[in-house]
């Protein structure tokens, strides 16, 4: 079956703490991007990879980061969280290429709470 | 910078009734368009797409949505909601140069009463 998986799928974690979110997608896409949602701000992207080894910075990359070392696995690093990190996270892969090819597929998504 | 707005966070509507939610974006280049919907605690579902042709599509569930290039908007539409429908919608655009970048609304939810 196609899919996005995330791990976990709830966090809570103290201030500080470095934790990583896990993302792995089985559909050998290029693309792979991190989003975080926020009552009435929809969807904000924080990173994405076109390809192994190769990232940039979305909307709201402060407070992140990434690794892209294989192409199905995409993880999020939160190097020391803070409570305005306290969001819903999804992963996120398709194609590469724009056009029919942008239609994303969604992992589970991860609440994560940092008090 | 891209922007997509969603007019309507909240709506309440009992079963059977019609259903338009508004999506409008700012790019006035080629957009490829998108409907997502999100059950409670679940994640992100595709609902229905638009890349070129016939301006109004059909996706799952007996939701549409129709492309109005000229008021840059891509309305979803359902003739008559079910407590099932019960969810958060987003839309989201993505402009033909900008590689996969999806930008989205800030969503709308939708409660059904049955």
């Known amino acids: 079956e196609a899919q996005v998986t995330q791990n976990p799928r709830y966090l809570i974690t103290v201030t500080g703490k470095k934790l990583t979110v896990t993302c792995s997608q089985n559909?050998?896409?290029?693309?792979m991007s991190w989003y975080r949602q926020d009552p009435g701000l929809g969807l904000r992207q924080i990173y994405y990879?076109?390809?192994?080894?190769?990232?940039d910075k979305g909307d709201v990359p402060e407070g992140y980061k990434v690794s892209r070392k294989e192409k199905r696995n995409f993880p999020l690093i939160l190097e020391s969280p803070s409570p305005n990190q306290t969001s819903l996270y999804f992963c996120?892969?398709?194609?590469?290429?724009?056009?029919?090819?942008?239609?994303?597929?969604f992992g589970q998504g991860t609440r994560l709470t940092v008090v | 910078a891209q922007s997509v707005s969603q007019h309507n966070h909240h709506v309440i509507l009992s079963e059977a009734a019609s259903l338009e939610l508004g999506c409008n974006y700012s790019?006035?280049?080629?957009?490829?368009l998108f409907w997502y919907v999100q059950y409670p605690g679940q994640h992100l579902q595709l609902l229905l797409k638009?890349?070129?042709?016939?301006?109004l599509v059909k996706g799952i569930k007996g939701f549409e949505a129709e492309f109005i290039k000229s008021k840059f908007s891509f309305n979803l539409r359902k003739p008559s909601v079910q407590w099932s429908d019960t969810a958060e919608y987003f839309c989201?655009?993505?402009?033909?140069?900008?590689?996969?970048?999806?930008?989205f609304g800030g969503g709308t939810r939708l409660m059904v009463k049955p």
């Open positions: 990879s076109m390809n192994v080894e190769v990232t």
């Open positions: 989201a655009v993505n402009e033909n140069n900008a590689g996969n970048m999806l930008t």
């Open positions: 638009y890349f070129s042709g016939d301006p």
């Open positions: 790019y006035g280049g080629t957009v490829n």
């Open positions: 996120a892969s398709s194609l590469l290429g724009g056009g029919r090819n942008t239609e994303a597929f």
């Open positions: 559909m050998n896409h290029e693309y």
